[in-house]
């Protein structure tokens, strides 16, 4: 079965869903419906599929999944009609209101780095991905990644899930913080939930290269005013992370917003 794949221009960098979609997927020559953030061109690649491998590279328990399956699972750069993308990776611009940040330590203490990385999956599939070098050996020793949301609404979103798209890089990390924070009578506040990377995950990032972790926001989030998002966070602290993995390479290819199934 061919897949039909719809390949847009979107005028953003950073795409902030700020009305719920009845689908996120772009039209040929179109715009996105949603807020502009910046000036950055991206092309977002959608790929319309059945409801059972709608959510990217999980594969349906039970049988031939088909070529749809097939193809979703080897392309990272197929996304689920029915999300919203927040942050992707497709140049290699670097003008994207993100970056990195770290305790004031020097670099034998602690260290921390981006770069974005036009990689090669080991199915064959090319795509951009943020390299994040991350150095955290000594005691409380802290460092991580942000990304500026610039007050977006996702009051409409209270039950969605944020997905992380990643890959595992060299002695990548298998536990890390994930912060969101909306402004809470005016100021950031901080939400954290826990990411552990599964044994079934890090088989397919090394089958597929890359795979979804789905936070659901009211986990960790729940009752809170979403309506002025102001940042997501990445965080590895030497505490969290096994001493074996205190130097490596996470890959971020993409977040978005998925609904609940």
């Known amino acids: 079965m061919k897949i039909p794949k719809t390949r847009a221009l979107a005028a953003l960098g950073l795409i902030v869903c700020l009305a719920v979609p009845t689908a996120c997927a772009l039209q040929e020559g179109a ?5 502009p953030a910046l000036p ?34 080897s392309d990272p750069d197929l996304l689920p009609v029915s999300d919203c993308v927040i942050v992707r990776f ?3 611009k670097k003008d994207l209101p993100s970056g990195i940040f770290r305790n004031i330590d020097p670099r034998s203490t602690q260290w921390i780095e981006e770069e974005r990385v036009y990689l090669t999956t080991p199915k064959g599939k090319k795509s951009w991905f943020l390299k994040i070098h991350y150095e955290v050996p000594t005691v409380d020793s802290y460092n991580g990644w942000w990304a500026k949301l610039s007050g977006s609404d996702w009051s409409k979103f209270a039950d969605w899930r ?3 798209r990643l890959g595992m ?31 079934k995950q890090i088989r397919m990032s090394q089958e597929y290269g890359f795979f979804d972790v789905f936070l659901p926001i009211e986990n960790f989030v ?3 005013d979403l309506s002025r998002m102001h940042e997501v966070v990445l965080v590895f602290e ?5 001493e074996e993995q205190r130097k ?11 609904p609940k199934e």
């Open 238 to 242: 030497n505490s969290r992370i096994s």
């Open 222 to 224: 729940g009752g809170t």
């Open 248 to 258: 490596g390479d996470l890959l971020l290819h993409s977040i978005r917003l998925s």
């Open 162 to 164: 944020v997905v992380l």
């Open 31 to 35: 715009f996105s419906q949603f807020s």
């Open 40 to 73: 950055v061109p991206v092309v977002v690649r959608t790929v319309a599929l059945a409801q059972a491998v709608a959510l990217g590279p999980r594969v349906p328990s039970g049988g031939n999944t088909g070529d749809a399956a097939s193809d979703v699972l």
């Open 169 to 199: 890089g060299e002695n990548c990390t298998t536990a890390f913080k994930f912060e969101l924070k909306p402004l809470v009578n005016g100021r950031p506040e901080t939400f954290p939930a826990i990411v552990n990377i599964s044994d």
């Open 90 to 92: 497709d140049s290699p």
